[in-house]
Protein backbone atom coordinates (compact mmCIF):
# COMPACT_ATOMS: atom_id res chain seq x y z
CA UNK A 1 0.00 0.00 0.00
CA UNK A 2 1.57 3.08 -1.15
CA UNK A 3 1.82 6.06 1.40
CA UNK A 4 -0.84 8.23 1.39
CA UNK A 5 0.04 12.54 1.16
CA UNK A 6 -2.54 15.10 2.03
CA UNK A 7 -1.23 17.07 -0.82
CA UNK A 8 0.55 15.98 -4.29
CA UNK A 9 2.30 18.87 -6.44
CA UNK A 10 3.87 17.75 -9.81
CA UNK A 11 6.39 19.70 -11.05
CA UNK A 12 8.84 21.50 -8.46
CA UNK A 13 9.86 24.74 -10.07
CA UNK A 14 9.10 28.06 -9.69
CA UNK A 15 5.73 27.58 -8.65
CA UNK A 16 5.43 24.03 -7.13
CA UNK A 17 8.62 24.35 -4.86
CA UNK A 18 7.28 27.66 -3.20
CA UNK A 19 3.51 25.47 -3.10
CA UNK A 20 5.70 22.34 -1.34
CA UNK A 21 6.84 25.14 1.05
CA UNK A 22 3.54 26.85 2.24
CA UNK A 23 1.84 23.48 2.66
CA UNK A 24 4.56 22.01 4.36
CA UNK A 25 4.65 25.00 6.60
CA UNK A 26 0.59 24.38 7.42
CA UNK A 27 1.62 21.01 8.56
CA UNK A 28 0.51 19.35 5.50
CA UNK A 29 1.80 15.85 4.37
CA UNK A 30 3.64 16.92 0.86
CA UNK A 31 5.06 14.59 -1.95
CA UNK A 32 6.65 16.65 -4.70
CA UNK A 33 7.03 15.00 -8.06
CA UNK A 34 9.15 16.38 -10.61
CA UNK A 35 10.16 14.37 -14.35
CA UNK A 36 14.17 15.78 -13.75
CA UNK A 37 16.32 17.36 -11.19
CA UNK A 38 16.12 20.29 -8.71
CA UNK A 39 16.31 22.98 -9.92
CA UNK A 40 16.33 21.76 -13.20
CA UNK A 41 19.04 23.38 -16.09
CA UNK A 42 15.99 22.29 -18.29
CA UNK A 43 13.82 24.76 -17.54
CA UNK A 44 11.46 27.98 -17.82
CA UNK A 45 13.66 29.76 -14.65
CA UNK A 46 17.17 28.65 -15.30
CA UNK A 47 20.44 31.22 -16.52
CA UNK A 48 20.91 31.92 -12.39
CA UNK A 49 18.46 35.58 -12.54
CA UNK A 50 14.94 37.12 -13.00
CA UNK A 51 14.10 40.39 -12.59
CA UNK A 52 10.97 41.58 -10.27
CA UNK A 53 9.23 44.95 -10.08
CA UNK A 54 6.34 46.21 -8.95
CA UNK A 55 5.23 48.75 -11.76
CA UNK A 56 3.26 45.93 -13.35
CA UNK A 57 1.12 47.58 -16.40
CA UNK A 58 -0.36 43.84 -17.60
CA UNK A 59 -3.56 43.73 -15.21
CA UNK A 60 -3.95 46.36 -11.96
CA UNK A 61 -4.82 42.85 -9.94
CA UNK A 62 -1.31 41.73 -10.71
CA UNK A 63 0.01 44.80 -8.42
CA UNK A 64 -1.80 43.23 -5.53
CA UNK A 65 -0.07 40.10 -5.95
CA UNK A 66 3.09 41.14 -6.19
CA UNK A 67 2.73 43.31 -2.94
CA UNK A 68 2.30 39.95 -1.52
CA UNK A 69 5.24 38.28 -3.54
CA UNK A 70 7.40 41.09 -2.00
CA UNK A 71 6.83 40.07 1.21
CA UNK A 72 6.59 36.58 1.34
CA UNK A 73 9.95 36.57 -0.70
CA UNK A 74 11.37 38.44 2.41
CA UNK A 75 9.66 35.92 4.85
CA UNK A 76 11.47 32.61 2.63
CA UNK A 77 14.82 34.74 2.91
CA UNK A 78 14.47 35.01 6.87
CA UNK A 79 13.43 31.63 7.53
CA UNK A 80 16.59 30.34 5.77
CA UNK A 81 18.71 33.05 5.85
CA UNK A 82 19.61 33.17 1.82
CA UNK A 83 19.44 36.46 0.17
CA UNK A 84 17.16 35.85 -2.82
CA UNK A 85 15.71 39.18 -3.50
CA UNK A 86 18.44 42.47 -4.52
CA UNK A 87 16.83 45.94 -5.20
CA UNK A 88 18.99 47.56 -7.74
CA UNK A 89 15.75 49.40 -9.11
CA UNK A 90 14.41 48.67 -12.38
CA UNK A 91 14.67 51.78 -15.51
CA UNK A 92 12.25 51.85 -17.95
CA UNK A 93 13.02 52.89 -21.44
CA UNK A 94 10.79 53.54 -24.12
CA UNK A 95 9.05 56.11 -26.11
CA UNK A 96 6.06 57.87 -24.10
CA UNK A 97 3.58 56.55 -25.91
CA UNK A 98 4.35 53.47 -25.82
CA UNK A 99 3.24 50.30 -24.02
CA UNK A 100 6.13 50.02 -21.23
CA UNK A 101 6.48 53.69 -20.38
CA UNK A 102 2.69 54.31 -20.49
CA UNK A 103 1.76 51.07 -18.60
CA UNK A 104 4.49 52.10 -15.61
CA UNK A 105 2.69 55.20 -15.50
CA UNK A 106 -0.70 53.93 -15.34
CA UNK A 107 0.58 51.68 -12.63
CA UNK A 108 2.48 53.89 -10.88
CA UNK A 109 -0.54 56.51 -10.59
CA UNK A 110 -3.28 53.67 -9.55
CA UNK A 111 -1.18 52.31 -7.20
CA UNK A 112 0.61 54.94 -5.56
CA UNK A 113 3.88 53.36 -6.48
CA UNK A 114 6.92 55.26 -6.76
CA UNK A 115 8.23 55.34 -9.85
CA UNK A 116 10.39 58.92 -11.20
CA UNK A 117 9.63 59.74 -14.95
CA UNK A 118 12.71 61.27 -16.88
CA UNK A 119 13.05 63.43 -19.67
CA UNK A 120 15.47 62.05 -22.45
CA UNK A 121 18.03 64.41 -21.56
CA UNK A 122 17.82 63.29 -17.85
CA UNK A 123 18.33 60.34 -18.67
CA UNK A 124 21.43 61.10 -21.10
CA UNK A 125 22.63 62.81 -18.09
CA UNK A 126 21.95 60.15 -15.38
CA UNK A 127 22.51 56.83 -17.09
CA UNK A 128 24.96 57.74 -19.82
CA UNK A 129 25.74 53.75 -20.58
CA UNK A 130 22.85 54.27 -22.78
CA UNK A 131 22.34 56.05 -26.51
CA UNK A 132 18.98 56.44 -27.21
CA UNK A 133 16.47 57.51 -29.91
CA UNK A 134 15.30 60.66 -29.83
CA UNK A 135 12.44 61.15 -28.15
CA UNK A 136 13.12 58.16 -25.89
CA UNK A 137 12.41 58.84 -22.24
CA UNK A 138 12.60 57.21 -18.53
CA UNK A 139 10.84 55.67 -15.84
CA UNK A 140 12.98 54.08 -12.10
CA UNK A 141 11.26 52.40 -10.01
CA UNK A 142 13.18 51.79 -7.19
CA UNK A 143 11.70 49.01 -5.61
CA UNK A 144 12.92 46.86 -9.08
CA UNK A 145 15.75 44.33 -8.72
CA UNK A 146 15.92 40.61 -9.36
CA UNK A 147 15.82 37.27 -8.19
CA UNK A 148 18.33 34.42 -8.17
CA UNK A 149 15.87 31.68 -9.88
CA UNK A 150 17.94 29.06 -9.52
CA UNK A 151 18.93 29.49 -5.79
CA UNK A 152 14.78 30.40 -4.93
CA UNK A 153 13.92 27.28 -6.44
CA UNK A 154 16.77 25.25 -4.56
CA UNK A 155 16.09 27.06 -1.56
CA UNK A 156 11.86 26.79 -1.26
CA UNK A 157 12.90 23.26 -2.24
CA UNK A 158 15.44 22.61 0.79
CA UNK A 159 13.23 24.22 3.76
CA UNK A 160 9.64 21.94 2.33
CA UNK A 161 12.09 18.94 2.66
CA UNK A 162 12.86 20.08 6.23
CA UNK A 163 9.71 20.49 7.34
CA UNK A 164 8.89 16.82 5.88
CA UNK A 165 7.78 16.84 2.26
CA UNK A 166 8.84 14.05 0.32
CA UNK A 167 10.61 14.92 -3.51
CA UNK A 168 10.69 12.22 -6.02
CA UNK A 169 13.26 13.88 -8.53
CA UNK A 170 13.54 12.51 -12.35
CA UNK A 171 10.20 10.63 -12.60
CA UNK A 172 8.50 11.41 -15.12
CA UNK A 173 4.59 11.01 -14.65
CA UNK A 174 2.75 9.18 -16.52
CA UNK A 175 -0.72 9.68 -15.62
CA UNK A 176 -3.13 10.94 -12.73
CA UNK A 177 -7.20 9.98 -11.86
CA UNK A 178 -9.51 11.01 -9.54
CA UNK A 179 -11.72 8.76 -7.25
CA UNK A 180 -14.21 9.16 -4.20
CA UNK A 181 -11.22 8.64 -2.15
CA UNK A 182 -8.77 11.40 -3.54
CA UNK A 183 -6.35 11.40 -6.61
CA UNK A 184 -4.09 8.77 -7.67
CA UNK A 185 -0.63 9.69 -9.51
CA UNK A 186 1.39 7.32 -11.64
CA UNK A 187 4.94 7.57 -12.65
CA UNK A 188 7.66 5.50 -13.87
CA UNK A 189 8.56 3.82 -10.84
CA UNK A 190 5.23 3.31 -8.68
CA UNK A 191 1.79 4.89 -7.62
CA UNK A 192 0.96 7.62 -4.96
CA UNK A 193 -1.94 8.44 -3.57
CA UNK A 194 -3.13 12.01 -1.79
CA UNK A 195 -6.43 14.12 -0.80
CA UNK A 196 -5.57 16.94 -2.97
CA UNK A 197 -3.39 17.38 -6.39
CA UNK A 198 -1.26 20.09 -7.35
CA UNK A 199 -0.25 20.43 -11.09
CA UNK A 200 2.62 23.14 -12.12
CA UNK A 201 4.44 21.42 -14.81
CA UNK A 202 5.61 24.66 -16.29
CA UNK A 203 6.54 23.81 -19.97
CA UNK A 204 5.47 20.30 -19.84
CA UNK A 205 1.32 21.29 -18.71
CA UNK A 206 -0.07 20.85 -21.98
CA UNK A 207 -0.93 17.05 -22.16
CA UNK A 208 -0.99 16.92 -18.21
CA UNK A 209 -3.75 19.11 -17.43
CA UNK A 210 -6.24 17.64 -20.51
CA UNK A 211 -7.73 21.23 -21.07
CA UNK A 212 -8.05 21.08 -25.09
CA UNK A 213 -10.25 24.44 -25.10
CA UNK A 214 -6.74 25.69 -23.05
CA UNK A 215 -4.42 26.32 -25.63
CA UNK A 216 -0.40 26.77 -24.17
CA UNK A 217 2.23 27.07 -26.85
CA UNK A 218 6.01 26.57 -25.59
CA UNK A 219 8.57 28.75 -26.92
CA UNK A 220 11.82 28.61 -27.20
CA UNK A 221 13.99 31.33 -25.58
CA UNK A 222 17.55 32.78 -25.24
CA UNK A 223 19.46 34.46 -22.59
CA UNK A 224 22.88 35.76 -22.84
CA UNK A 225 26.13 36.84 -21.11
CA UNK A 226 29.01 39.29 -22.33
CA UNK A 227 31.95 40.60 -21.13
CA UNK A 228 31.64 44.06 -21.53
CA UNK A 229 33.96 46.52 -23.21
CA UNK A 230 33.89 49.16 -20.69
CA UNK A 231 32.87 46.68 -17.51
CA UNK A 232 33.29 49.70 -15.12
CA UNK A 233 29.94 51.39 -16.15
CA UNK A 234 27.48 48.90 -15.26
CA UNK A 235 28.83 47.46 -11.89
CA UNK A 236 26.47 46.40 -9.34
CA UNK A 237 24.96 49.07 -7.15
CA UNK A 238 25.58 51.92 -9.84
CA UNK A 239 23.81 50.36 -12.71
CA UNK A 240 20.15 49.41 -12.73
CA UNK A 241 18.36 46.05 -13.99
CA UNK A 242 16.58 48.03 -17.59
CA UNK A 243 14.12 47.27 -19.85
CA UNK A 244 14.12 49.18 -23.35
CA UNK A 245 10.36 49.21 -25.58
CA UNK A 246 12.39 49.90 -28.88
CA UNK A 247 8.59 49.08 -30.21
CA UNK A 248 8.64 52.20 -33.22
CA UNK A 249 12.18 52.58 -33.21
CA UNK A 250 13.48 51.17 -36.39
CA UNK A 251 12.52 47.32 -37.07
CA UNK A 252 13.02 45.85 -33.37
CA UNK A 253 10.08 44.84 -31.85
CA UNK A 254 9.80 43.10 -28.16
CA UNK A 255 11.31 43.84 -24.81
CA UNK A 256 15.31 44.37 -24.75
CA UNK A 257 16.24 43.80 -20.40
CA UNK A 258 19.38 43.02 -18.65
CA UNK A 259 20.95 42.93 -15.49
CA UNK A 260 24.39 44.80 -13.66
CA UNK A 261 27.38 42.97 -13.66
CA UNK A 262 27.74 39.56 -12.07
CA UNK A 263 31.76 38.94 -11.69
CA UNK A 264 33.03 39.96 -14.83
CA UNK A 265 29.85 39.48 -17.15
CA UNK A 266 26.39 40.96 -18.04
CA UNK A 267 23.75 38.97 -18.70
CA UNK A 268 20.53 40.49 -21.05
CA UNK A 269 17.81 38.94 -23.05
CA UNK A 270 14.75 39.48 -25.24
CA UNK A 271 11.57 39.49 -23.84
CA UNK A 272 9.13 37.90 -27.13
CA UNK A 273 8.33 34.76 -27.87
CA UNK A 274 10.74 32.65 -29.24
CA UNK A 275 10.15 29.68 -32.12
CA UNK A 276 7.39 27.16 -30.87
CA UNK A 277 8.20 23.69 -30.38
CA UNK A 278 7.32 20.52 -28.00
CA UNK A 279 9.06 21.00 -24.92
CA UNK A 280 11.16 18.45 -24.94
CA UNK A 281 12.39 19.41 -28.21
CA UNK A 282 14.07 22.37 -26.65
CA UNK A 283 17.43 21.52 -26.11
CA UNK A 284 20.56 23.28 -24.78
CA UNK A 285 21.74 23.55 -28.36
CA UNK A 286 22.66 27.26 -29.39
CA UNK A 287 22.88 28.47 -32.63
CA UNK A 288 24.44 32.31 -34.44
CA UNK A 289 21.26 33.95 -34.89
CA UNK A 290 21.20 33.85 -30.77
CA UNK A 291 24.49 35.22 -30.40
CA UNK A 292 23.38 37.71 -32.90
CA UNK A 293 19.95 37.94 -31.13
CA UNK A 294 21.92 39.08 -27.72
CA UNK A 295 24.30 41.66 -29.63
CA UNK A 296 22.14 43.07 -31.41
CA UNK A 297 20.83 46.00 -28.66
CA UNK A 298 24.04 46.11 -27.18
CA UNK A 299 25.01 47.51 -30.81
CA UNK A 300 21.84 49.90 -30.78
CA UNK A 301 21.23 50.67 -26.91
CA UNK A 302 24.66 50.01 -25.05
CA UNK A 303 27.85 50.62 -26.84
CA UNK A 304 29.84 50.00 -24.03
CA UNK A 305 28.40 46.91 -23.14
CA UNK A 306 29.89 45.26 -26.56
CA UNK A 307 32.04 42.19 -25.97
CA UNK A 308 32.77 38.78 -26.23
CA UNK A 309 29.59 36.59 -25.89
CA UNK A 310 31.24 34.52 -23.22
CA UNK A 311 27.87 32.08 -22.46
CA UNK A 312 23.97 31.40 -23.93
CA UNK A 313 21.41 29.50 -22.15
CA UNK A 314 18.12 28.56 -23.41
CA UNK A 315 15.19 28.81 -21.40
CA UNK A 316 11.38 28.16 -22.04
CA UNK A 317 8.05 29.92 -21.91
CA UNK A 318 4.77 28.74 -21.90
CA UNK A 319 2.29 31.55 -23.45
CA UNK A 320 -1.28 31.26 -22.59
CA UNK A 321 -3.49 32.61 -25.51
CA UNK A 322 -3.86 36.12 -23.80
CA UNK A 323 -0.09 36.53 -22.02
CA UNK A 324 -1.60 36.13 -18.50
CA UNK A 325 -1.25 33.22 -16.13
CA UNK A 326 -4.12 30.39 -15.71
CA UNK A 327 -4.19 29.73 -12.02
CA UNK A 328 -7.67 27.60 -10.87
CA UNK A 329 -9.32 25.13 -9.97
CA UNK A 330 -9.11 21.66 -12.52
CA UNK A 331 -12.86 21.35 -14.23
CA UNK A 332 -12.76 17.79 -13.43
CA UNK A 333 -12.32 17.64 -9.50
CA UNK A 334 -12.76 19.97 -6.68
CA UNK A 335 -9.78 17.87 -5.53
CA UNK A 336 -7.24 19.40 -8.21
CA UNK A 337 -5.99 22.93 -9.27
CA UNK A 338 -3.15 23.78 -11.56
CA UNK A 339 -1.07 26.87 -12.33
CA UNK A 340 0.69 27.66 -16.07
CA UNK A 341 0.73 29.99 -18.72
CA UNK A 342 3.06 32.23 -17.38
CA UNK A 343 4.15 33.52 -20.82
CA UNK A 344 8.05 34.47 -19.34
CA UNK A 345 7.12 37.07 -16.81
CA UNK A 346 5.95 34.92 -14.06
CA UNK A 347 8.66 33.80 -12.10
CA UNK A 348 8.44 37.01 -9.75
CA UNK A 349 5.09 35.40 -8.79
CA UNK A 350 6.57 32.59 -7.69
CA UNK A 351 6.50 33.06 -3.59
CA UNK A 352 2.94 34.00 -3.89
CA UNK A 353 1.42 31.77 -6.56
CA UNK A 354 3.01 29.30 -4.39
CA UNK A 355 0.83 30.65 -1.37
CA UNK A 356 -2.08 30.79 -3.50
CA UNK A 357 -2.00 26.83 -4.32
CA UNK A 358 -1.22 25.88 -0.83
CA UNK A 359 -4.24 27.78 -0.04
CA UNK A 360 -6.53 26.32 -2.55
CA UNK A 361 -5.69 22.94 -1.97
CA UNK A 362 -6.19 23.20 1.85
CA UNK A 363 -9.08 25.59 2.28
CA UNK A 364 -10.10 25.52 -1.21
CA UNK A 365 -10.24 29.01 -1.56
CA UNK A 366 -7.59 32.06 -1.66
CA UNK A 367 -8.58 35.78 -0.27
CA UNK A 368 -6.08 37.03 -2.94
CA UNK A 369 -7.17 38.94 -6.54
CA UNK A 370 -6.44 35.68 -8.54
CA UNK A 371 -10.33 35.81 -10.62
CA UNK A 372 -8.81 37.21 -13.69
CA UNK A 373 -6.16 34.49 -14.02
CA UNK A 374 -9.41 32.13 -14.08
CA UNK A 375 -10.31 29.48 -16.68
CA UNK A 376 -13.58 31.06 -17.55
CA UNK A 377 -11.88 33.61 -19.51
CA UNK A 378 -11.43 31.35 -21.98
CA UNK A 379 -15.35 29.87 -22.69
CA UNK A 380 -17.08 33.04 -22.97
Not at 6 to 17: K, L, T, Y
Not at 21 to 44: H, W
Not at 157 to 182: C, F, H, M, R, Y
Amino acid sequence: MPDHHDVIVVGVGSMGAAACYQLAKRGARVLGIDSQSVPNTNSSYNGDTRVIRLSYQEHPDYVPLLRDAYQLWEEIEQDTGEKLLHKTGVLYMGFPDGEAISGVKLASKTHNLPCSTLTHDELARQFPQFTLSAGMVGALEPEGGYLLSELAVETYAKAAQQLGTKLLTNEPLINWAIDSNGVTVRTTSGTHTAAKLILCAGAWSGDLLRLPDVPLTVTRQVLGWVRPGQPALFQHGDFPVWNIDPNGDGDLTGIYYGFPMSGDTLKLARHHPGTPMPADAVTDETFAADEEEILLPLRRYLPGALGQVRSIKVCKYTNSADGHFIVDRHPESERVHFACGFSGHGFKFASVIGKVLSELALDGKTERPIGFLGLSRFCR
